[in-house]
């Protein structure tokens, strides 16, 4: 069964707008959860790094100000799309991964952001 | 260069075939490895990981050569449920910052 759940699948909405997406880990803690985006026909590039009690790292070129990143609790990390605009339309998924760094990651089910 | 580069296909191939994978990774320092597939419009699952010593699970192989900085896979006996594309992909250790390094992806399509 999923170990990783992330909430919503789908948003559509306004230019403008600001979107919260839920990343949660199942039945394990998690101190390092992952943010990835993928657009159409690309391979999924890092966004951040979301580490629980503390700020995310941002990989170069992704604006902190714009997806916020709480990792709140060992289970739980959000990102926020402040302020969304169509090019921020894309498919977002986060991972965590539970043991060794080396570890595998599981990835959540993604959200296919729709801004109009 | 792309850290993690692979053929991006489409492959199509017979049900029933045997199908290779390729991808090469540019750090030297890359410590773990893996195979996921993504479907259209979902999530990656991790396939299997790989080691030097190969490792094979069912009707997938999956190899890994250090020296040559080289990773494979090998479906056996397509079906058409493996239609999907493969995902090559290297974690580089450095501090945990850093988190999996993702190819672009081969599509395979598996034909009746």
């Known amino acids: 069964g999923a170990v990783v759940s992330q909430h919503p699948s789908w948003v559509i909405c306004k230019s403008g707008t600001s979107v919260k997406i839920e990343c949660r880990s199942l039945?394990?803690?998690?101190?390092?959860m992952f943010w990835y985006r993928q657009f159409p026909k690309q391979s999924l590039m890092l966004m951040a790094t979301?580490?629980?009690?503390?700020?995310?790292?941002?990989e170069q070129g992704v604006e902190k100000d714009k997806f916020l990143i709480n990792h709140a609790s060992l289970t739980l990390s959000t990102l926020t799309v402040t302020s969304a605009h169509p090019e921020d339309s894309s498919f977002y998924i986060c991972?965590?991964?539970?043991?060794?760094?080396?570890?595998?990651?599981?990835f959540g089910d993604g959200t296919r952001l729709s801004i109009l | 260069r792309k850290e993690v580069e692979q053929d991006p296909g489409p492959f199509n191939v017979p049900e029933g075939a045997t199908v290779a994978f390729n991808c090469t990774y540019s750090?030297?320092?890359?410590?773990?490895f893996f195979w996921y597939r993504q479907d259209c419009r979902k999530e990656p699952k991790l396939l299997m990981s790989?080691?030097?010593s190969g490792n094979e699970d069912g009707r997938f192989t999956a190899q890994l050569n250090r020296a040559s900085q080289y990773i494979s896979l090998l479906i056996r006996d397509s079906k058409l449920s493996d239609s999907a594309t493969y995902l090559c992909?290297?974690?580089?250790?450095?501090?945990?910052?850093?988190?999996?390094?993702f190819g672009s992806g081969t599509r395979l399509q598996v034909q009746p």
């Open positions: 992909v290297v974690n580089l250790m450095d501090t945990g910052r850093r988190a999996l390094t």
């Open positions: 750090n030297s320092a890359s410590q773990s």
């Open positions: 979301s580490n629980e009690g503390s700020k995310a790292t941002y």
């Open positions: 039945d394990f803690q998690a101190t390092t």
């Open positions: 790989v080691y030097s």
């Open positions: 991972s965590a991964r539970f043991g060794h760094p080396n570890e595998a990651q599981h």
